[in-house]
C-alpha cells in the first residue's frame, strides 16, 4: 500500500521518552489516522518498545535506511537517515518531525496536503528568526552559517534566487517524488548518492554543515520538478532557551494561543 502520507521520526535512546510524548500526542489528534513510521538503531530496539510500547507505529531499523558513514556521527547522522527514509516508507510524502515535537490541536491529510498528491513546500523568508537572532544572540541572519550553507547548496544545485528561504522549520514535510528525482537526475548521473553528496558539500565548502532540508529544498527550488504550494512552519518552535524566556509573560507561549497558528510545539532538546 502506497499512503498519500506517512510521519516518521528518526530517533536514539537519550530521546524515547520524548517520543513517548510525542507519539501520545499523535495517537490523540490524528484525525485521518496517518501511519507513523519510526526508526533507531537495531541494537536499541528492546528499549525503544519497553518506553513507548509497539502499537500505534511501524518500526524501521536504521540499519536497513542507509549505511551510516563515519563523517556524520551523532546528531549529523540524521542528515543521512532522513534523506533516504522513503526508500523503507511506503507513502508519496513524508512528515519528518524530530523527537522533541508534539502535537497539541487535530491535525488532518489536508494541513499538509494542497491537492491530489502534491504536498504544501515550506519556503518562506523566516524575518522572525532574523529578528530573534539579531535580539537575543547578537547574531547576523543574513551572514550566520544557515545562511552560507544555502547559498553553498545553490550554487551547486543551480537555484535562482537571491532570497535565503527557509525549508522549515522541523517537522519538514517532503514529496518522495522530489527526492526521488534527484537521486535519478543528479545523484546517479554524477556517481553520487545522499551520503557521498553531503560529503561533497562539506569538501568544497569548509565550515558548511550538510543539511538535509537545504538538499530538498534547493533541489526543488532548481528543478521545480512538483508545483510548489508555499506555506510557513507547521510548528512553533523554541530553538534557544532565549526564545523560551523572551515570551514568558506575554502570552505568546500559552498552548492555548499557539494552537491558533500551530499544530504543535517543539522545544528543542539541545537546551531543555
Same mark, same amino acid.
Given at each position: ?91 508519496e ?20 496536503i494542497?491537492? /491530489? ?7 518562506? *523568508?523566516?524575518?522572525?528568526?532574523? $529578528?530573534?537572532?539579531? !535580539?537575543? %544572540? ?14 553553498a ?49 562539506? /569538501?568544497?565548502?569548509p565550515?558548511?554543515?550538510?543539511? *538535509?532540508?537545504?538538499?530538498y529544498? $534547493?533541489?526543488?527550488? !532548481?528543478? %521545480? ?48
Amino acid at each position: 500500500m502506497n499512503y498519500k502520507l506517512a510521519i516518521y521520526c528518526k530517533t536514539y535512546h537519550r530521546d524515547f521518552q520524548r517520543v513517548s510524548k510525542l507519539l501520545k500526542s499523535i495517537n490523540k489528534f490524528n484525525r485521518d489516522n496517518i501511519p507513523v513510521f519510526v526508526s533507531c538503531p537495531k541494537s536499541e530496539y528492546s528499549l525503544l518498545l519497553s518506553t513507548v510500547g509497539k502499537e500505534n507505529y511501524t518500526y524501521i531499523e536504521d540499519e536497513a535506511i542507509c549505511e551510516l558513514n563515519p563523517r556524520f556521527l551523532g546528531w549529523k547522522s540524521q542528515t543521512l537517515y532522513k534523506l533516504n527514509a522513503y526508500t523503507q516508507i511506503p507513502a508519496e510524502n513524508i512528515l519528518i518531525i524530530d523527537s522533541d515535537g508534539f502535537f497539541i490541536k487535530d491535525f488532518f491529510l489536508k494541513d499538509f496536503i494542497a491537492y /491530489d498528491d502534491v504536498p504544501y513546500t515550506q519556503m518562506y *523568508e523566516n524575518k522572525y528568526m532574523m $529578528e530573534m537572532e539579531k !535580539a537575543l %544572540k547578537g547574531g547576523n541572519y543574513s551572514t550566520n552559517g544557515y545562511s552560507k550553507c544555502m547559498k553553498a547548496y545553490r550554487e551547486i544545485l543551480g537555484g535562482k534566487s537571491n532570497k535565503i528561504y527557509d525549508y522549515g522549520p522541523n517537522p519538514h514535510l517532503w514529496s518522495t517524488k522530489v527526492l526521488k528525482h534527484m537521486k535519478e537526475n543528479y545523484l546517479d548521473p554524477n556517481n553520487l548518492d545522499f551520503t557521498s553528496f553531503s560529503i561533497a558539500i562539506e /569538501d568544497k565548502y569548509p565550515g558548511i554543515h550538510a543539511r *538535509e532540508t537545504a538538499a530538498y529544498g $534547493e533541489y526543488l527550488l !532548481a528543478t %521545480k520538478c512538483i508545483d510548489i504550494v508555499p506555506t510557513g512552519p507547521f510548528f512553533k518552535v523554541y530553538h534557544w532557551k532565549e526564545m523560551w524566556d523572551f515570551e514568558q509573560g506575554t502570552g505568546l507561549e500559552l498552548e492555548e494561543n499557539i494552537k491558533e497558528n500551530y499544530l504543535g510545539i517543539i522545544m528543542q532538546s539541545n537546551w531543555t
